[in-house]
């Protein structure tokens, strides 16, 4: 081998070398510009949706509010259930003074057994 041909090797191997290096760089910026566009894919999708999640937040407050509606009227009537059953016992434990007092008094009922009502 004389000294042209190897001259002429290494041009070669630098040409090889230097297409390679453009193709590589390229195919870095064929991905990138790939990516970009995914991104901005990405990007528009959720935009797109942004109205669909506020939505979805809205509902979920109604959701909260007509709950907590629904617990308060729940404590009222929950509230009004005691009240009501106050008011029972009470009827119920004068009925029964009534009843005990009209025994007491009533020459009929027989004291001295448990005949008579309590």
């Known amino acids: 081998m004389d000294m042209s041909t190897i001259i002429w090797i290494v041009v070669a191997v630098i040409v090889v070398l230097a297409v390679a290096a453009l193709i590589a760089a390229m195919m870095r910026k064929k991905r990138a510009e790939q990516q970009r566009v995914h991104a901005?894919?990405?990007?528009t999708e959720a935009v797109s949706n942004v109205d669909r999640v506020?939505?979805?937040?809205?509902?979920?407050?109604?959701?909260?509010?007509?709950?907590?509606?629904?617990?308060?009227?729940?404590?009222?009537?929950?509230?009004?259930?005691?009240?009501?059953?106050?008011?029972?016992?009470?009827?119920?434990?004068?009925?029964?003074?009534?009843?005990?007092?009209?025994?007491?008094?009533d020459p009929d009922v027989d004291h001295r057994t448990n005949q008579h009502r309590a």
Do not use: C, F, P, W
């Open 40 to 43: 901005q894919h990405l990007r």
């Open 54 to 105: 506020n939505q979805s937040n809205v509902e979920a407050k109604e959701a909260e509010a007509r709950a907590e509606r629904a617990r308060l009227e729940a404590e009222r009537a929950e509230a009004q259930a005691v009240e009501a059953q106050r008011g029972v016992d009470m009827e119920r434990a004068t009925y029964e003074d009534r009843i005990r007092e009209a025994d007491r008094i």
